[in-house]
């Protein structure tokens, strides 16, 4: 079965500084790999996405992510955080098959707070 | 706007009533997905459907869970006789099959939630 597994259950940066987010997963082919993010409230906007090809994809917001198939990890990274940047980030998880691709397993989140 | 919405966005009701919410996709999307989300977790996957067909139901938390997509437009998911630990944020997802290089792929764009309370 998939998991994934965020060790951060919250974080605290300060404005401008730089962002790491771990994420590691667990999963038996070759996976799909999202990063989302949640404001209070509301629904999850994609931040980026992994299917295949260059292991290092570029999202919105000036997100980027790496993927390191040999430490089953896709950390998420932004150089400069922003104060708009605090939120609840969530790495998924999905299969690529060569029938129907399913639904995503996600991990529990890790909450960002930004100093001023 | 084209995104997926959601109604209502909150609901409150007492144990053992009965609540309706309501998913539009986006128009071109053929799948829809429901999720359920508790507090400090992220989603949790309930069901799907492929146009009008679900195809996946087993993850349906109870038999007091059930979902339609009669014309495999807008979705709705009933929870009969609610109960306390049913209080959550209910989100559905749309997407497309994308085919790539290592085989098929879904991007799923979510909606804003349902936030159900039950007293």
């Known amino acids: 079965a998939q998991s994934v597994t965020q060790p951060d259950i919250h974080i605290t940066v300060s404005e401008g500084a730089s962002l790491e987010l771990r994420c590691n997963y667990s999963?038996?082919?070759?996976?799909?790999l999202f990063w989302y993010v949640q404001s209070p409230g509301q629904g999850l906007q994609l931040l980026l996405k992994y299917f295949s090809g260059d292991t290092l994809v570029q999202g919105i917001k000036g997100f980027e992510a790496e993927f390191k198939r040999s430490q089953s990890s896709f950390n998420l990274r932004k150089p400069s955080v922003h104060w708009s940047d605090a939120a609840e980030y969530f790495c998924a998880v999905g299969p690529i098959s060569s029938g129907s691709a399913r639904q995503l397993t996600f991990g529990s989140g890790t909450q960002l707070t930004v100093l001023p | 706007d084209t995104g997926v919405s959601q109604d209502p966005r909150h609901k409150i009701t007492k144990r053992g009533q009965n609540v309706t919410f309501r998913c539009d996709p986006i128009?071109?999307?053929?799948?829809l997905y429901w999720y359920r989300q508790t507090l400090g977790q992220g989603p949790e996957f309930l069901t799907y459907f492929q146009n009008e067909a679900q195809l996946e139901k087993s993850r349906l938390l109870s038999d007091r869970f059930s979902a339609e997509r009669p014309k495999g437009s807008f979705s709705t998911l009933e929870i009969q006789r609610t109960e306390q630990g049913d209080s959550a944020m209910y989100l559905c997802?749309?997407?497309?099959?994308?085919?790539?290089?290592?085989?098929?792929?879904?991007?799923?764009?979510f909606g804003p939630g349902t936030r159900l309370t039950v007293l």
């Open positions: 128009s071109e999307h053929n799948r």
């Open positions: 997802a749309s997407s497309l099959i994308i085919e790539g290089l290592a085989g098929k792929y879904n991007e799923q764009f």
């Open positions: 999963y038996g082919a070759t996976p799909y």
